[in-house]
């Protein structure tokens, strides 16, 4: 088992910024190899926000690509999403994830664990 806990959402006026930390714990060393986020809000389904693995390769969507920037404290199993140039239409509930591989974490059929959610508004 993994445990992921969040933090760091809040409220933000657009064209700020917020950092989303998010802390593995149990079984790390496989199941938390690679680590990523989501975002959902209501009545949409979960997408993809980025991914990043031990090794430090990562991956975007489009949509937050320049803008959002991942990273990792791989001795911690600690992972940061910067938010910058943040839009209203980046409000939603975001999530941390954890699998096996860098693949896996991005695609929410594959994802192994699951946090409990942080919320993040950015106003208008």
């Known amino acids: 088992q993994v445990q992921l806990v969040e933090s760091g959402g809040g409220l933000v006026q657009a064209g700020g910024s917020l950092r989303l930390s998010c802390a593995a714990s149990?079984?790390?060393?496989?199941?938390?190899?690679?680590m990523g986020w989501f975002r959902q809000a209501p009545g949409k389904e979960r997408e993809f926000v980025a991914a990043?693995?031990?090794?430090?390769?990562?991956k975007y969507a489009d949509s937050v690509q320049g803008r959002f920037t991942i990273s990792r404290d791989v001795g911690k199993y600690t992972e940061y999403l910067q938010m910058n140039s943040l839009k209203p239409e980046d409000t939603d509930i975001y999530y941390c994830?954890?699998?096996?591989?860098?693949?896996?974490?991005?695609?929410?059929?594959?994802?192994?664990?699951w946090g409990q959610g942080t919320q993040v508004t950015v106003s208008s």
């Open positions: 994830a954890s699998a096996g591989t860098l693949a896996s974490v991005a695609q929410v059929w594959s994802v192994g664990y």
């Open positions: 149990g079984r790390t060393s496989s199941s938390a190899y690679a």
């Open positions: 990043i693995n031990r090794m430090g390769a990562t």
